[in-house]
């Protein structure tokens, strides 16, 4: 019966401790409440004896390591020991928070709920992820464009979270504020006018978000919006028209003019290109080079006054922009004689592979979406992950159709990976995604590409038939027999051959061949063009210049025209013993019909009877005397000169001169005896001697004028001779002319030779390419004997001078003594 009892008063005090626990106290207090706050008499709502209180064990519940309440057992009253902040007890953005606490007192043990609502404050102002927001627009988006926004963040609820968003002024951008389904709300920058990268490149904007607290807080970001370029500006010359002058015969490189075009883009859209129109002739392209990077105009070919007066050049400049924009100007120069549940996904239809041409707005997938829960829970909305060609259109509520947005390119992108993603409307939503696979079929929408619009290609002449002179190969981006190429020469004739007769190309790789031997001195150049086609249907094709160029080889020997000789014979000349230190003997002129470059000539003595006696130089061939000749000196002199060319290796050819020396009679005078009269008179005497001699010095200084500006006259006896040497002291030089039927030496030379006229008549079969003759002209020996015999009289008079000198002086002499 006792234990009956205690176990009844047992559960008499737990079922009262149960009601107790049952019952819950509610208050609802602001946050931030500072410490020592009451928040209620506690004793007085709960029936609590204050007077016991202090005997009683209390215990409240601690939050978060914090003791944010407590009781005064004095009092009975609840009040604040630690501020409360609502955002960090109740971190999830729900409109309540509260903090259920146990309130435990022992002796006897009693046990309450308390539920303290915690009310909401507008002590957080809203702030941004990121205070610094870049956006980069192209200036070509369009009015009503819009570009997303972070969107601000504030912890408090209700009217005290974000409100509204406002933008700095401007004219250009402004703010769509639209709310999410939990009320959060998003802003994105809207266009409002077209921009023009040229009038604002940046512009600086600040976007401030405003709670509806009271009074309202805010929080601002910045927002820099660059202005990208697009290519909206065509290059622009200086002038429109560039007139100028060029003397005939400019050198080579000589710059005729610096072009400047401007382009009001940036980057690409501003670097420009120059180049020649096709406005602009061969002819003049021939003569004039342009720099495509700087715009300058330099002389590349020969002026002449003569055949052209004018030259029209159409000059354009374009910038690299993706669609490339061009201007143009025209050069007239004038020669002037100088020159980018969970809801379910069930795909109904699919087409996995289309055509890349496939028109826009076509469907290629059916998509259904379900979600089993009700209400906001089971509305779902059917998105896609990124953005890419294709567009959802919503049939009905649980139907999707995949549309085709924009024109598809296999070449860009051969297949796309879709992932769908579905969102129910729940909160927080849940979502689920499918991905889909689309690959592009090839259709034939791509014509071969040449990596180069104009291939040249180098042969040296004398090339062996057959030899692979290089490989043109195309690129065609498409697939299979779209891609499969064939390439062909497009043919042309020059002088009655066609190119299938001079070149081969290989139909499957591109490679070229040369089906002949070429001569640089014959044929110097080919320009052709070839064709690549794919086999699509229909076929595709382009087509590329080729420009073959014939470079020279040293395979012309040098040929002696002058001195003239026959076939294999030496040359004979003479020149008389008295020949003057530096006179010119003979010139060897020497012609080769290669380029340039391996026509140079030098010429070297290989062979020299006397080192000392004969000098040749080596680059115009001519002989002259370093010294005159002595009596020890041989009469016959023997000279051998080669001629050497500057090609790798060199070739050369001799010539043989033989010199005889010959003597040259001098002519004599008698010597006139000088007499003079002594008269008596003393003073007559002075006076004639005195005149006498004045008048001999005179008529002396004359006679010696007189001889030294005569020219030597020519000898009526010496016969005419065919190789003799004319030797004078100022000797003319004979014309030659040289006639050759190449181009490069179809002109006339004048040359320093002691013979006739030399003109190349015709060219020979067999390799050497011209037969010179000689015209002699009908001259002997000089006559230099009159030079010697004047300066024998000039010897001769100035002693006859003296003679008369010391006679007078006598006589003058004798009559001072007299007198």
Not at 433 to 450: C, K, R, S, Y
Not at 549 to 558: L, R, S, Y
Not at 572 to 600: C, F, M, Q, W, Y
Not at 607 to 616: E, G, V
């Amino acid at each position: 019966m006792k234990a009956l009892r205690c176990w009844a008063s047992f559960f008499f005090v737990l079922l009262a401790t149960w009601e107790t626990a049952l019952s819950v106290t509610r208050y609802s207090i602001p946050e931030e409440m500072e410490r020592g706050s009451v928040v209620a008499n506690l004793a007085a709502d709960l029936g609590l004896d204050v007077s016991g209180l202090a005997q009683r064990e209390v215990k409240l519940d601690i939050f978060h390591s914090k003791k944010y309440l407590d009781i005064n057992k004095r009092t009975g009253e609840l009040f604040i020991v630690e501020k409360m902040d609502r955002e960090t007890l109740c971190p999830a953005k729900t409109t309540t928070c509260f903090l259920k606490l146990d309130l435990i007192i022992e002796s006897p043990l009693r046990m309450f709920n308390i539920e303290l609502g915690i009310t909401d404050i507008n002590d957080n102002a809203p702030h941004f992820r990121r205070d610094k927001i870049e956006l980069d627009v192209s200036e070509s988006a369009s009015p009503g464009e819009r570009f997303s926004l972070p969107n601000a963040f504030d912890p408090d609820v209700g009217a005290n979270t974000v409100k509204t968003y406002k933008l700095s002024e401007n004219e250009h951008f402004t703010v769509d504020i639209h709310s999410g389904s939990d009320g959060t709300k998003y802003v994105d920058l809207v266009l409002m006018k077209a921009l023009d990268r040229e009038d604002k490149a940046v512009y600086n904007l600040i976007l401030t978000a405003i709670d509806g607290g009271v009074p309202a807080r805010s929080g601002t970001a910045s927002i820099i919006v660059r202005v990208q370029d697009t290519n909206d500006n065509a290059p622009q010359f200086d002038q429109a028209l560039y007139s100028l002058n060029i003397s005939e015969n400019s050198p080579a490189g000589t710059v005729v003019v610096k072009l400047n075009a401007t382009d009001a883009d940036e980057g690409p859209n501003a670097d420009l290109t120059y180049s020649f129109t096709l406005y602009t002739s061969e002819k003049t392209q021939e003569m004039f080079s342009l720099d495509s990077n700087t715009g300058e105009i330099a002389v590349k070919g020969t002026i002449d006054y003569e055949d052209m007066k004018i030259f029209e050049m159409f000059v354009e400049a374009k910038d690299n922009g993706p669609i490339p924009l061009s201007g143009q100007s025209r050069v007239s120069v004038y020669v002037t004689d100088m020159n980018d549940n969970y809801p379910e996904i069930t795909i109904k239809s699919l087409k996995n592979t289309v055509d890349e041409n496939i028109p826009v707005g076509s469907v290629i997938a059916l998509v259904g979406v379900s979600d089993r829960d009700t209400g906001d829970n089971g509305k779902v909305t059917l998105t896609m992950n990124r953005a890419l060609p294709f567009l959802l259109n919503q049939s009905s509520d649980h139907l999707y159709e995949l549309l085709v947005s924009k024109p598809l390119d296999r070449e860009v992108v051969p297949e796309y990976e879709i992932t769908l993603v579905v969102t129910d409307k729940g909160n927080p939503p849940l979502s689920d995604n499918e991905t889909i696979t689309v690959h592009l079929l090839d259709v034939n929408d791509n014509a071969p590409q040449f990596p180069q619009t104009f291939y040249t290609i180098p042969v040296k002449e004398n090339n062996a038939p057959g030899a692979l002179l290089g490989s043109i190969t195309a690129i065609d981006p498409d697939l299979n027999e779209n891609q499969y190429l064939v390439y062909f020469i497009i043919e042309r004739e020059i002088a009655n051959t066609s190119m299938s007769m001079l070149f081969s190309i290989n139909p499957e790789n591109g490679n070229l061949y040369a089906l002949k031997t070429f001569d640089y001195e014959i044929e110097k150049d080919f320009l052709f063009h070839i064709e690549a086609r794919d086999s699509g249907v229909p076929p595709l094709s382009s087509n590329v210049t080729v420009h073959i160029i014939i470079m020279d080889q040293n395979d012309n020997t040098p040929l002696i025209v002058s001195p003239w000789r026959a076939q294999g014979s030496e040359v004979k000349e003479t020149i008389p013993r008295s020949t003057d230190k530096g006179t010119l003997i003979a010139k060897v002129i020497a012609i080769d019909s290669d380029s340039v470059h391996n026509s140079r000539i030098t010429y070297q003595f290989l062979q020299n009877t006397d080192a000392t006696l004969f000098s040749l130089d080596q680059y115009n061939g001519e002989i002259r005397t370093m010294r005159m000749f002595s009596y020890r000196d041989s009469r016959d002199q023997r000279l051998v000169v080669i001629a050497k060319d500057n090609g790798e290796p060199a070739l050369s050819a001799t010539v043989t001169i033989k010199l005889s020396t010959v003597e040259t009679a001098l002519k004599t005078y008698t010597e006139v005896p000088l007499e003079y009269d002594i008269f008596s008179d003393l003073n007559l005497y002075l006076v004639i001697g005195l005149g006498s001699v004045s008048f001999l010095l005179l008529i002396t200084i004359l006679v010696t004028i007189v001889l030294k500006c005569q020219k030597a006259k020519p000898s009526k006896a010496a016969p005419p001779s065919r190789n003799s040497v004319i030797s004078e002291r100022n000797s003319t030089i004979a014309d030659s002319t040289l006639v050759s039927n190449d181009a490069y030496w179809y002109s006339l030379f004048l040359a320093e030779t002691r013979k006739g006229k030399l003109v190349v008549r015709q060219p020979v079969p067999k390799g050497a390419r011209y037969i010179v003759s000689s015209i002699p002209r009908s001259t002997g020996l000089t006559e230099t004997s009159d030079s010697a015999a004047s300066t024998l009289q000039v010897r001769k008079l100035l002693i006859i001078v003296c003679y008369e000198t010391a006679i007078m002086h006598t006589i003058y002499c004798a009559i001072l003594k007299c007198t």
